[in-house]
């Protein structure tokens, strides 16, 4: 079974189908809400997207509202903080790639003006292309995670099935992958 027939055997108010429907897949332009759904999917390594999902207000608290700025200048003092927020993941090495990731973020958009600017620099890129090019600049970004972010994000395809009735709904928001350059 697909992920978009599981979510559509689903009630309409299920975490998994309310995501479906309304933001997997879908462009994303704030620089914020890019680098969260980041986060979410580097918290997502070795769980189930459920757990993640069911905790991502959570993780938007936890990570101040996914504020670029904010996670960046997290202390010690604040790791520890997210160390002990049972609401979230708490694994070290996520948690400081969360950190990391959003000082990267921050220098990317010193020299393209944003992080989407950025990704749309380099897009069309293959699936391989972009995982290495994540792996050189973020930490916490194999193969898996990377996909899943730009799928998610709708830099590459393979978000819906096209038989799923929220493909055509991603067709009208113009996923980038669906532009012709």
């Given at each position: 079974?697909?992920?978009?027939?599981?979510?559509?055997?689903?009630?309409?108010?299920?975490?998994?189908?309310?995501?479906?429907?309304?933001?997997?897949?879908?462009?994303?332009?704030?620089?914020?809400?890019?680098?969260?759904?980041?986060?979410l999917?580097?918290?997502?390594?070795?769980?189930?997207?459920?757990?993640?999902?069911?905790?991502?207000?959570?993780?938007r608290?936890a990570?101040?509202?996914?504020?670029?700025?904010?996670?960046?200048?997290?202390?010690?003092?604040?790791?520890?903080?997210?160390?002990?927020?049972?609401?979230?993941?708490?694994?070290?090495?996520?948690?400081?790639?969360?950190?990391?990731?959003?000082?990267?973020?921050?220098?990317?958009?010193?020299?393209?003006?944003?992080?989407?600017?950025?990704?749309?620099?380099?897009?069309?890129?293959?699936?391989?292309?972009?995982?290495?090019?994540?792996?050189?600049?973020?930490?916490?970004?194999?193969?898996?995670?990377?996909?899943?972010?730009?799928?998610?994000t709708?830099?590459?395809?393979?978000?819906?099935?096209?038989?799923?009735?929220?493909?055509?709904?991603?067709?009208?928001?113009?996923?980038?992958?669906?532009?012709?350059?």
């Amino acid at each position: 079974m697909s992920y978009c027939e599981l979510c559509h055997s689903l009630p309409a108010t299920h975490v998994h189908r309310v995501y479906h429907d309304t933001e997997y897949g879908f462009p994303i332009e704030s620089d914020d809400e890019l680098f969260g759904r980041l986060v979410l999917e580097i918290n997502q390594a070795g769980l189930s997207w459920l757990t993640i999902l069911n905790k991502k207000e959570n993780f938007r608290k936890a990570y101040k509202k996914f504020s670029i700025q904010k996670v960046a200048r997290i202390t010690e003092k604040g790791r520890e903080r997210l160390l002990n927020d049972a609401g979230i993941i708490r694994n070290r090495l996520k948690i400081n790639a969360a950190i990391h990731n959003a000082q990267q973020i921050l220098a990317i958009q010193k020299t393209h003006g944003s992080f989407k600017n950025w990704l749309d620099a380099h897009h069309p890129l293959d699936r391989a292309a972009w995982v290495k090019l994540f792996k050189k600049t973020f930490k916490f970004t194999g193969g898996e995670i990377t996909n899943e972010f730009l799928m998610s994000t709708g830099y590459l395809p393979g978000a819906h099935d096209k038989n799923c009735p929220i493909y055509k709904k991603i067709l009208k928001a113009k996923p980038r992958w669906s532009e012709k350059k």
